[in-house]
């Protein structure tokens, strides 16, 4: 079973990347993250003046990770050495970079580019700090910092995106024609964690950024939507925990995965983990390798305005062994599920074919028949 891919020229022997942040901080930490199975890593981003990280920075939340952390605290010439313990374990590392002009922006990128890096990164889609979201959502300032780096490097460049804005296609287009040779995303989604109800302060005290497995319908939408838009490849990332979730960035066009979140809360067993789930599920399904799925997702995906109304409504299929759980009639906002003395039924009539029962249900009794 084949894992691995060809990205931005680089020989990846599977499509794991440890994306930007703590966790690869520095050469050590890269190296523990190799050492786990990613097949590159990208470091936290890189900046020519550091400020501190606030504290606190990370709260994790019900269903995701909230952080208003915002780049390395080590200096750019700091980065040389831990660039180089990775190239001297025989790592790939792609630098994740960030400036606010052309001219910045390449002259970091020209120097990470001699401190050994495979490839670069531009980091400038977090959405806190520095006005970085209004900086990612403009094409025109997207195009002139990728065509500056392309220009300034021999490196692959790679452009990560923020899933904060409007034209995720315009600003794909604009980074495509950058000839920058693959986009990567997302970075974190623009959130308050919460609030305290008790002082009455919000959990974190500016907006950060969300991650971990709720944002994973968001990254998909993205990637899709890039995938869709240009012919340069793009890495997927968000929420990612699991083979399933690895394997839907694929079929939605990705080349490699990136992951953090799901490492910092259940360690990085998570990456064998995956490894394994994948070689599993290409064995029973006859796959050979990756190539053979990417991006095959995406030819069931049709304009909002093609859809057709279809004469569907569910059916139940078996008998319900969960009988304490009565998620299909609570949710159905139609009640046109009911139960009576234990037996579920749909009452057709008033069915409207929404499909959640199917979804909601534990035990897999329900399906959409066509006919009313
Ligand atoms: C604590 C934390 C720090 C991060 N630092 C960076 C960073 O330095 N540069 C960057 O481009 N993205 C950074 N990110 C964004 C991640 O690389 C990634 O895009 C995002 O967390 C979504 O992936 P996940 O759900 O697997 O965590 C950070 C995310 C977190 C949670």
């Known amino acids: 079973m084949d894992l691995s891919v060809d990205y931005v020229g680089l020989k990846l022997k599977n499509p794991l990347i440890a994306a930007a942040g703590p966790l690869t901080r520095n050469g050590a930490m890269m190296k523990k993250a190799l050492d786990a199975g990613f097949a590159a890593v990208v470091t936290e981003t890189i900046v020519t003046e550091v400020r501190r990280n606030v504290r606190p920075r ?16 080590f200096t750019l010439e700091e980065w040389e050495s831990e660039i180089a313990q990775v190239k001297e374990a025989g790592g790939i590392v792609i630098a994740n970079i960030l400036a606010h002009t052309p001219s910045e922006m390449s002259y970091i990128a020209r120097v990470v580019e001699k401190y050994g890096a495979d490839a670069i990164e531009l980091g400038v889609a977090a959405p ?8 990612s959502s403009d094409p025109d300032r997207m195009y002139g910092l990728a065509a500056a780096t392309v ?3 021999e490196l692959p460049v790679i452009v990560k995106m923020s899933p904060n804005v409007t034209n995720l296609s315009k600003l794909a287009l604009a980074v495509e024609r950058s000839g920058a040779s693959a986009i990567s995303a997302i970075d974190t989604v623009r959130s308050i964690i919460g609030v305290d109800l008790e002082t009455g302060r919000a959990l974190l005290p500016t907006y950060g950024g969300y991650s971990g497995a709720a944002v994973r319908p968001i990254g998909l939408a993205a990637v899709a939507t890039i995938a869709q838009t240009v012919d340069i490849q793009v890495s997927g990332i968000g929420g990612v925990e699991n083979y399933h979730d690895a394997l839907e960035y694929i079929m939605l066009g990705a080349s490699t ?3 953090l979140t799901a490492i910092v809360l259940h360690g990085y067993s998570v990456v064998p983990s995956i490894l394994e789930g994948m070689k599993r599920w290409m064995a029973r399904q006859g796959h050979e390798s990756l190539s053979g799925i990417r991006g095959k997702a995406l030819a069931s995906l049709y304009s909002f305005e093609e859809l057709r109304m279809e004469p569907y409504t569910a059916r139940v299929t078996a008998h319900c062994a969960a009988q304490h759980c009565d998620a299909c009639v609570t949710g159905c906002m139609y009640e046109a599920v009911v139960k009576d ?21 534990p035990e897999k009794c329900f399906m959409l028949e066509w006919g009313p």
């Open 58 to 73: 990370l709260v994790n939340g019900a269903a995701g990770m909230g952080n208003i952390g915002l780049y390395s605290d």
């Open 128 to 135: 806190h700090g520095e006005g970085l979201e209004v900086l």
């Open 151 to 153: 220009d300034a490097v």
């Open 257 to 259: 995965v990136q992951l």
């Open 341 to 361: 003395e234990g037996i579920y039924s749909v009452d057709k009539a008033r069915c409207a074919g929404c499909g959640l029962c199917v979804s909601l249900c």
